[in-house]
């Protein structure tokens, strides 16, 4: 067997051959100490001796505390050369780390420092004894200093209010921050790039690519000639208009397009994209995916249902005049007679999407309209009156609402009228929590959306149609 140490029930096991060699030393201490004794004793020179011999001891001492305060730093080593083991302690409560530590939040942070040297570093290290981690980075440089924009991973027992203020006191101003989840991960350009190829691919997701690209935000289109007549907006210059907390843009179709974030300013390096964003939809033009789905209704008749825009105009006018004034009343609430100057807006795909239930022979009987209101979205439904009551309806506010759920919107709302049983149980069929609002005969139903439960809502499968 080796002659190791050993460890047993935490104390160390020794040898006995290390036992015979440390009695062997002890023996051999005393012989010369006698020796060494009698010699000072009984020689001339004892007390010359003796006292070189305490100058050699003294200096030996000075020599190991210098040697050993030098030294003190380096880890102990076993007899066997390896460096000791971890420590280790009770397992128990005590033993569990803290909440903090476990648990962590994603931030969104932005702040404006001095564009100077040693300010983002100071800002790095007042985060960094926080214990914040700084997953990304990106700089927005200004006139008068630097915008900088962080995703951070804190602990979650760090309140975000903490986490400002320590900002604020290594030198960053105007600081804004919110919660951030798992898509803030993606780096900046990878996001713009997804974004410009899901604009590519279909006119409608231009507002949606805008917020996704610049955060909560509001984004309105202002057509160059109103529906209704009258004079449409300002022009705009070419290369669009910035002013701080509003951005203005020509819009791809005419018009004015406007982007609003009253919380947080705009900077020009957002501007830039998102004017790069627009353009790539001016030069790319009308565009919506052609995917279509065949369905069986309770009846047994087939419909399909499709992405139309305003290529099908004159067959939506066509459905138009097969509805009673009744039926386009309950849909428009206002004159049935201007009810055909809607239509061009609805079917533009640069405010929403509109999906059409067509028969075999190409006739549509239906039409449902995903509109972009703001930030908030409305859903709308007409169905020619031979066509009611036999699922029509059902099927497209189905698709609408999965293709609202896919786009990120939190709910979706109908206006209609109080006597509307149709809209009203199409909106129920829907299994999401509603909320009514009654005003004068017209009546709001807001569903907010849970992307689990739209997946299972009847019309719901085939949200990419959008």
């Not at 020796?35 to 020689?43: E, P, Q, S």
């Not at 353009?279 to 069986?296: A, K, N, S, Y």
């Not at 405010?351 to 509109?371: D, E, K, N, P, W």
Request: glycine content about 10%; overall charge negative.
């Amino acid at each position: 067997m080796p002659d190791v140490t050993r460890a047993r029930h935490g104390r160390p096991v020794h040898h006995w051959r290390r036992d015979v060699v440390e009695l062997a030393a002890l023996f051999t201490a005393v012989a010369v100490a006698d020796a060494v004794a009698n010699l000072i004793g009984h020689g001339p020179d004892g007390p010359a001796l003796l006292m070189i011999s305490a100058i050699v001891l003294a200096a030996t001492a000075g020599f190991h505390v210098w040697w050993s305060r030098r030294h003190g730093h380096a880890p102990p080593v076993s007899d066997t050369g390896a460096r000791p083991a971890a420590e280790t302690r009770p397992a128990g409560p005590s033993e569990q780390p803290a909440a903090d530590e476990v648990t962590s939040v994603l931030w969104r942070m932005r702040t404006t420092v001095k564009d100077e040297p040693g300010s983002l570093a100071a800002l790095c290290t007042a985060l960094a004894e926080r214990r914040v981690d700084i997953l990304s980075l990106q700089t927005h440089p200004l006139a008068d200093g630097t915008v900088d924009e962080f995703l951070l991973r804190a602990p979650g027992a760090l309140a975000a209010a903490e986490i400002t203020r320590a900002v604020a006191l290594a030198g960053g101003t105007a600081t804004w921050i919110e919660r951030a989840d798992a898509h803030d991960l993606v780096d900046a350009p990878t996001r713009v790039l997804g974004l410009a190829a899901r604009t590519a691919l279909d006119t409608a997701e231009l507002p949606l690519a805008l917020r996704q690209l610049l955060g909560r935000c509001t984004i309105r289109t202002l057509p160059g000639t109103p529906a209704g007549g009258g004079r449409g907006p300002e022009p705009v210059p070419v290369e669009g208009v910035l002013e701080d907390t509003v951005m203005r843009l020509p819009a791809p179709e005419g018009g004015v397009l406007t982007v609003e974030r009253p919380y947080l300013p705009f900077t020009p390096t957002e501007f830039a994209r998102a004017r790069a964003l627009v353009e790539l939809d001016t030069r790319l033009g009308p565009r919506i995916p052609r995917g279509h789905d065949v369905l069986t209704l309770p009846e047994g008749d087939h419909i399909t249902v499709r992405r139309v825009d305003t290529g099908d105009l004159a067959a939506a006018r066509a459905m138009h005049d097969r509805c009673s004034p009744h039926t386009l009343g309950l849909r428009y609430h206002g004159p049935v007679g201007d009810a055909d100057r809607y239509l061009n807006h609805l079917l533009s795909p640069r405010f929403g999407r509109t999906l059409a239930a067509q028969t075999a022979s190409g006739r549509i009987v239906g039409l449902g309209h995903l509109l972009w209101d703001g930030d908030e979205t409305e859903v709308a439904l007409l169905v020619e009156d031979d066509w009611q009551q036999r699922g029509v309806g059902g099927e497209l506010l189905g698709r609408l609402v999965a293709m609202a759920a896919e786009a990120g919107c939190e709910s979706v709302y109908a206006v209609t009228k109080a006597s509307n049983t149709g809209m009203v149980a199409a909106m129920r069929g829907l299994g999401l929590p509603l909320d009514y609002q009654v005003e004068e005969g017209t009546l709001v139903i807001t569903a907010r959306l849970d992307p689990t439960q739209v997946a299972t809502t009847p019309g719901a499968q085939s949200p990419r149609l959008g």
